[in-house]
Every structure is written in structure tokens, then in C-alpha cells.
């Protein structure tokens, strides 16, 4: 959709300007090993955008910050720099790059990164990422929920069932907002503009099956702040998006050819 | 002459029988996780192909059209239960290792794709031509899947050890995810795009060109 001056990179630029908190609680909590990382997920995004640009002419994105800055968050591990590179040049071909470029991507190009560092190196223990990183993430979900770019609809709703879920499963859930890791997958990673469900109905379902699955996930695996909970949940929840969003499509159209009186 | 290689060479690369067709993926993705089993699994659905197809095409004139089917596929279960009954005798060891995958030949569709679209309707010598045809096109898929996923998943090809792992004292770090099934499913994909650019006639058209012009939008 393009509307004055709303286009791609406009989102790509405000998503990337709601990160810039984020980045910088991540260098306050990791340093200076976490921004190295960050800078070599730009060079590699960049070089891969570059590719596709010359190959097939599609224009690079700013999204790619965001892609950058949330592996370098949520794959805090012993990861080597050859296993973030084969990574994220997994994610962003793969995931982004090969449907048309970032805006057109069936899954978020991190989610697709995390997952493929996750199974393809099961031996690297990532920790959750600390409070402040919560607190950052937090402010940057207000920002992006005021200037509509990220669903109020599907983060009410997927925040609701993770409590709701968590709860019935006896979890201590006061402690959730001080968990890094799930407050900044829930902003950035399951409410993704790009990858979540584009209707209103859709989007309650879809916030709702994304944080049902992270509470599930949560419970019954790697503990409820890890990051491979909410990466998994937005993985499997955005592949159920274009589903719903057809369902909620389907049912409306059947309502209005409903014959009235 | 060269009417009659065609049926041979066509369905090797541009008409392949999987990267083209999409036919016989499960056994395609399941089998590959080394070598030795790749070829083996190649060679036995090469074999109950090209079997299939001469005992089809001899007697396709005699096959009532309302029962063909039926008769199809009891001539390559019984072919699938000797080649599986040969392996158990003289390769026990690999046999186990394809586990069901050999007795699943039955469904393959290629199998049955090659007996309804060719043997049906061809005489025996192009028949025996199209099931070599297309079962060293399926190989060759298999071949090139198996060498990857062995060779980056574990360091070794049909057994012998090509990049040492750090296990055994070596410097190689096996990508585990190269023994699980969505690496087969990446590689066949990549493979399909390598083998599309390249041959850019097997491409199916765009179904949402990108554009930038702003009248192609509506509302």
C-alpha cells in the first residue's frame, strides 16, 4: 500500500528508528561482542540485497536493520562468525530476498535466521536477554502501535493469550515483562508488519495462535524467557497468517452476498 | 534415431522428472541423508521403471481401459516385492537402512506417471528408452541431493571420510541440519531455481509481476 508519503521504506525506516532503544540497551547489556555482531549482520544482509538488486533489479530495503539487530539480540550463544554468516544469508535469501524482497516475505527474514541457527547448531546455548532490553522494546512497541505500524489488534491478543495460557499452566507470569527476549520477539517478530495477519479479525486470531503457541512452547520447552520459544511460536503463527486472512476474507464476502431481510 | 534417444535423454534434464514434473519427492527427501542409500534407492526405482514399462507396454492392447489401474499396479507391486526381496537377500545391511521407502515404490507416481503416460500408448523399445530415461533423471536429482547432505552433514562420502570431523581430531563441524529433512527440501529447491535460470523455457510464468507504476495499483 502506498499512501502519500507511506511507503515501504517509510515502515522500514520507522521500524529501524523504534530499534534504535532496543540497540542501545543491547550494547549497555552485552557491549561492544554484540555490536560487532550487529555490524556483521549489515554486511551481510547489504551484500545479499546488493545481489538481488543487480540480478533482478529489486530495490534494497532498511528492513534489513531490523533483521540484523534481532538475531544479534535473540542469538546471544558462541555462535561463530562463519555459522551468523551461513545464517543469515540463509534467512535473508531465503526468507525475504527470493519472494520479491522484504514487504512481500511470507516469514520474517530473522525468524528464519534464528531458526536455522537453532536446528542447524543445537549445541549453542542462547540466554534470554535481560530487562532492559524489555524496557527498550516496550517503548518501541508504543511508538509503533501509535503510528499504526504494528497491529494493536495482534499484540493485544497475543499478549492476552500468552498471559492467559501461561497462567492455566501455573507459571509465574508477573515476571514476563522483565524478559528481554519475549517482550522484544513479541513487538518485533510476532506483531511483524510484513509476516502477521492483514485483517482485523485476522489479526486477533493470528496474535492469539502466536502467543498461545509461545505459551505452549514456553511451558513445555526451553522455559518461557528463552528466545527460542517466541521464535518458534512467530514461525509457525506466520504460517498460518495468509490462511486466516483468507478465512476472514472468505466469510466476509459470504456475509455481504447473503441475500438481506 | 534421434526421435528415439529423445525418450532416453529428454527426461534427464529438460523434462526431469522431478525438478520438472515434481513427481516422487517423499522417497526423494527420505533416502538422501547419505549416499550409499541414494543410489541404491535409484537403482531400485530404475529397475522396477524400466521393468514395468516393457511388462506394461507388451501387453497394453490386452489391458481392458476400465481396469487398467488395477492391472498397473499389480505389475509394479510385484516387481517392487522382488527388487525389495533381492535386497533383503543380498544387501540386508542397506535394505534396513531404507527401511519402507523401497516398498513405497508401489505409490511412487512417477512410476505409475510413466506406465499411464507412456507404456500405455508407446511400443516396448521407446518404453524401455522412457523408464531409463526418466529413472536416471531421478537418480541424478538423488545423486546430487545424497552427495550434499552426506558430504556437509556428516564429513564422509558412501562412508569414506572427506572433511574430518572434530570429533574424530579433525577441523570439520558437521551441520547437523543437513541430516534432517528440511535441508533435503532447501536443496531441491535451490536445485530447481539453478536448473530454471539456467533454462529459463521451464519457468512458469509470474503470477504478481513487481511493478512500481502507479496506475497498476487499484484503489
Not at chain 1, 538475531?71 to 545464517?87: K, N, R, S
Not at chain 1, 513445555?220 to 518458534?232: K, M, S
Request: aromatic share 8%; charged share 10%.
Amino acid at each position: 500500500m502506498i499512501r502519500g508519503i507511506w511507503n515501504r521504506e517509510t515502515i522500514a525506516w520507522m521500524l529501524v528508528g523504534a530499534l534504535l532503544p532496543v540497540l542501545a540497551a543491547l550494547l549497555t547489556e552485552r557491549g561492544t561482542e554484540a555490536g560487532l555482531r550487529v555490524l556483521i549482520g549489515l554486511a551481510v544482509i547489504g551484500f545479499w540485497q546488493l545481489v538481488f538488486l543487480i540480478a533482478r533489479g529489486q530495490p534494497p530495503s532498511a528492513a534489513g536493520a531490523v533483521t540484523a539487530v534481532a538475531v544479534a539480540v535473540l542469538a546471544p550463544g558462541e555462535v561463530a562468525v562463519w555459522q551468523l554468516a551461513l545464517a543469515l544469508s540463509f534467512g535473508t535469501v531465503i526468507g525475504e530476498l527470493v519472494f520479491g524482497g522484504w514487504g512481500r516475505n511470507v516469514l520474517n527474514g530473522a525468524v528464519v535466521t534464528l531458526a536455522f541457527l537453532y536446528f542447524g547448531f543445537p549445541e549453542i546455548q542462547h540466554a534470554p536477554a535481560g530487562s532492559m532490553i524489555a524496557l527498550a522494546s516496550g517503548l518501541s512497541a508504543i511508538l509503533l502501535v501509535a503510528t499504526g505500524i504494528v497491529s494493536w489488534r495482534a499484540l493485544t491478543g497475543a499478549v492476552l493469550v500468552l498471559l492467559a495460557v501461561a497462567a492455566s499452566f501455573g507459571a509465574e507470569i508477573a515476571g514476563f515483562a522483565f524478559g528481554g527476549s519475549l517482550v522484544f520477539g513479541l513487538v518485533f517478530l510476532a506483531c511483524d508488519p510484513v509476516a502477521s495477519a492483514a485483517t482485523n479479525p485476522g489479526r486477533w486470531v493470528y496474535g492469539g495462535l502466536t502467543g498461545g503457541l509461545a505459551a505452549l512452547f514456553g511451558w513445555a520447552g526451553d522455559g518461557f524467557g528463552a528466545p527460542q520459544t517466541i521464535v518458534f511460536a512467530t514461525l509457525l503463527g506466520s504460517l498460518f497468517a495468509p490462511l486466516i486472512d483468507h478465512a476472514v476474507i472468505a466469510i466476509g464476502t459470504r456475509q455481504r452476498r447473503r441475500p438481506h431481510g | 534415431m534421434a526421435r528415439t534417444l529423445r525418450h532416453l535423454l529428454a527426461p534427464i534434464i529438460d523434462n526431469n522428472p522431478v525438478t520438472l514434473q515434481v513427481l516422487g519427492l517423499c522417497s526423494a527427501l527420505a533416502v538422501t541423508t547419505s549416499l550409499l542409500t541414494a543410489l541404491t534407492m535409484s537403482a531400485a526405482l530404475t529397475a522396477v521403471l524400466v521393468m514395468s514399462n516393457i511388462a506394461i507396454s507388451a501387453i497394453r492392447h490386452h489391458i481392458p481401459n476400465s481396469i487398467r489401474l488395477i492391472v498397473q499396479i499389480t505389475i509394479i507391486s510385484t516387481l517392487v516385492i522382488v527388487i525389495d526381496q533381492f535386497l533383503q537377500a543380498f544387501a540386508f545391511e542397506i535394505s534396513q537402512r531404507l527401511s519402507i521407502f523401497v516398498s513405497l515404490i508401489v505409490t511412487n507416481c512417477l512410476v505409475m506417471g510413466r506406465a499411464e503416460a507412456f507404456a500405455m500408448r508407446n511400443p516396448v523399445g521407446p518404453s524401455i528408452l522412457d523408464g531409463l530415461g526418466n529413472g536416471l533423471g531421478y537418480s541424478l536429482i538423488l545423486v546430487i541431493i545424497g552427495i550434499i547432505r552426506e558430504l556437509f552433514g556428516a564429513g564422509t562420502l558412501l562412508g569414506l571420510v572427506i572433511l574430518p570431523a572434530v570429533k574424530d581430531g579433525g577441523w570439520y563441524t558437521p551441520l547437523n541440519l543437513m541430516l534432517m529433512a528440511p535441508s533435503a527440501f532447501f536443496i531441491l529447491g535451490l536445485l530447481v531455481w539453478a536448473i530454471r535460470s539456467l533454462r529459463v523455457e521451464q519457468a512458469e510464468p509470474k503470477e504478481f509481476p513487481l511493478t512500481d507504476e502507479p496506475e497498476r495499483r487499484h484503489g
